[in-house]
C-alpha cells in the first residue's frame, strides 16, 4: 500500500541545513492501522507533510499503490490528494456554516463527484461513526470528540487509500480521544481503511497494529501488537520511549 524509502528532508539555516529525515524507510500495508512516535523533533510530522505531498522530499521514493507521489506536479498532485489520500488534523478544520453531514461530502464537493452515490456513502459513515443524529447540526453545536469523527467521516468519503492522521486526539479528554480511536477501528474493520497516525499519546498508539518509532530523523525502532492486549501494548511501548530517554542521556 504505502513504501517510503531512505526519505531525506532538510530546511535551510541561515548558510547551513538541517537534515530532518535521515534516509527513513517503512511500509503500511493494506488494512493496517499504523502509528508513528518519537520525541519533539523526531521527524514525525514531516515525514506526514512529505508522504501527504504538503512537503517536497529532497530524496527517496514514496509510492502508494505502486504509484510513485514524489514525481507528482499541479493537477495529477491535487487529484491524488483529493481522491487517493484522507486527512484527519488535531484542530479538525470543519467549516462552521456547513452542516456534519454537510462537512463531510465537502471533498467529494470539491472534486465534483457529490452525486446520489456520495450522499449514501455520507450517511453510511454517519451511521458507522454514530454521528446520525447531529447530521444537521453545525460544529458549533457538537463536542469536540463528534467534530473529531464527522472529520475522519469526511476523510473517507472519496474513499482513499490511505488517511493520514496527524495528532487527531491531541486537543481531546480521554473520553472524547477513545471516541475517536473507536472511529479508526471502525473504519478499518467496516471499510476496510488503511491509516497512517503521528501521535504523541502512548493510549492512542496502543490501539495501532505497529508502531514506528523515531529518533533523530531516522526509524529507532518498531514494534507490533500482535496478539498482545493493548494494555501490555502499551507498556511495552512505553518501555521503549523510556528506553530511548536513557540512551540519550
Same mark, same amino acid.
Given at each position: ?9 532538510? @530546511? ?22 499504523? &502509528?508513528?512516535?518519537?520525541?519533539? =523533533?523526531? =521527524? ?13 522530499? +529532497? &530524496? ?17 498532485? $491535487? ?36 452525486? %446520489?452515490?456520495?450522499?449514501?456513502? &455520507? ?9 446520525? %443524529?447531529? &447530521?444537521? *447540526? @453545525? ?11 464527522? %472529520? ?20 481531546? +479528554? ?13 473504519? *478499518?474493520? $467496516?471499510?476496510? $481503511? ?8 502512548? @493510549? ?11 529518533? +533523530? =530523523? ?29 540512551? =540519550?542521556?
Amino acid at each position: 500500500m504505502l513504501t517510503v524509502q531512505n526519505l531525506h528532508k532538510a @530546511y535551510p539555516m541561515g548558510k547551513t541545513t538541517c537534515e530532518v529525515l535521515k534516509g527513513i524507510s517503512l511500509e503500511v500495508g493494506d488494512g493496517e492501522f499504523v &502509528a508513528v512516535m518519537g520525541p519533539s =523533533g523526531s =521527524g514525525k510530522t514531516t515525514l506526514l507533510n512529505c508522504i501527504s505531498c504538503y512537503l517536497p522530499a +529532497d &530524496a527517496g521514493s514514496i509510492r502508494l499503490n505502486g504509484g510513485e507521489l514524489t514525481r507528482l506536479r499541479g493537477d495529477a498532485l $491535487a487529484a491524488v490528494r483529493n481522491r487517493r489520500l484522507g486527512f484527519v488534523f488535531q484542530d479538525f478544520l470543519l467549516l462552521d456554516g456547513l452542516t456534519v453531514r454537510e462537512n463531510i461530502l465537502l471533498p467529494a464537493i470539491i472534486g465534483g463527484t457529490a452525486d %446520489a452515490q456520495a450522499e449514501a456513502r &455520507a450517511d453510511r459513515l454517519c451511521a458507522i461513526f454514530g454521528i446520525a %443524529a447531529i &447530521a444537521q *447540526k @453545525y460544529p458549533a453545536e457538537i463536542s469536540g470528540g463528534e467534530k473529531q469523527r464527522t %472529520a475522519v467521516a469526511r476523510a473517507l468519503i472519496n474513499e482513499p487509500l490511505l488517511i493520514l492522521a496527524d495528532e487527531p486526539t491531541g486537543n481531546l +479528554d480521554s473520553k472524547s480521544a477513545r471516541a475517536v480511536i473507536r472511529s479508526f477501528e471502525q473504519a *478499518k474493520a $467496516a471499510l476496510g $481503511a488503511t491509516i497512517f497516525m503521528v501521535t504523541h499519546d502512548s @493510549y492512542a498508539a496502543s490501539f495501532c497494529d505497529r508502531v514506528v518509532i523515531l529518533r +533523530d =530523523g531516522v526509524v529507532w525502532r518498531t514494534l507490533g501488537r500482535e496478539r498482545r492486549e493493548r494494555a501490555a501494548f502499551q507498556d511495552a511501548l512505553l518501555d521503549s520511549i523510556r528506553e530511548m530517554g536513557r540512551e =540519550g542521556a
